[in-house]
């Protein structure tokens, strides 16, 4: 993957940044993303923000090398802090992370995102966190898409303002999501029921503590309901 080589991951989160609009891509190691979408001539400008040193430096590399350094500004900074106010940064992107992790991102410096219209995360995990984060900060999802690339499935969620509450299963599985039940939605959602599977009968088989009791109770409870969701 390079520049000029996106992803199908990459281009699925590129493909829901609004044309014209400033971005600023969070965890952007090689800053491949803000590079495309400049040259696809779909964004203005672009922040690229890198919290590690190497990835920062070579993001910095790449943009050099594609000559892009009036068009994408990289800047070493933990999360949200690559923004600055003057920036008039309309669009976030954060990829290739946890869920968990971009939900604290998106935490840490809520007073970032005040001129922020739209939100484009791709978790790899524990999408469910960012659900739960935008509920509770007044944000909503306005799309979801999910792919499989290279045996491997990625769930892309937009956010716009606005308030919205969710049931437990479309908070887990994505209320678009829900609603399509894609066969890749299908599949992931049945690799997720074998890996509950396992894991509950590993838990049956070892330690009775109070604490893993809880935790078999709490995997039964998630696994009821992907399977429900799968038979309907
Ligand atoms: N966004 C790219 C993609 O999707 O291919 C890179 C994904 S890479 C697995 C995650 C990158 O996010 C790493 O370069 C890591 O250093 C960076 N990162 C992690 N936490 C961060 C934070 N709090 N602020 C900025 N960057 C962060």
């Known amino acids: 993957m390079n520049a000029k080589n996106l992803s199908e991951r990459l281009r699925l989160v590129a493909s829901f940044a609004e044309q014209g609009t400033v971005l600023a891509d969070i ?19 672009a922040i690229a923000g890198e919290v590690v040193k190497g990835p920062f430096e070579s993001a910095k590399r790449n943009v050099a090398k594609e000559g892009l350094t009036d068009k994408v ?12 106010p003057d920036d008039g940064v309309e669009t976030v992107t954060i990829a290739g992370m946890g869920g968990s ?23 790899n995990i524990h999408a469910m966190a960012i659900r739960v984060w935008a509920v509770s900060n007044s944000w ?3 799309n979801e898409a999910i792919l499989k690339e290279d045996h491997k499935i990625y769930e892309v969620l937009v956010l716009q303002r606005g308030d919205q509450s969710y049931t437990p299963e479309e908070l887990l599985m994505g209320p678009i999501l829900l609603q399509e039940r894609s066969a890749v939605f299908q599949d992931k959602w049945q ?7 396992r894991v509950i009968s590993v838990l049956t088989q ?27």
């Open 101 to 123: 992790l971009i939900a604290s991102i998106l935490e840490n410096d809520a007073d970032k995102l005040k001129g922020v219209k739209r939100i484009i995360v791709q978790p």
């Open 73 to 84: 500004v990289v800047r070493l900074a933990n999360g949200l802090q690559a923004i600055h």
């Open 140 to 142: 909503k999802v306005s």
């Open 27 to 45: 965890g952007s190691d090689h800053a491949y993303l803000p590079c495309w979408l400049i040259q696809k001539g779909q964004i203005s400008r």
């Open 191 to 197: 690799g997720e029921l074998n890996e509950i599977s």
């Open 206 to 232: 070892s330690a009775q503590s109070e604490e893993a009791k809880a935790k078999r109770k709490q995997l039964s409870a998630t696994k009821d309901m992907i399977e429900r969701v799968l038979k309907s």
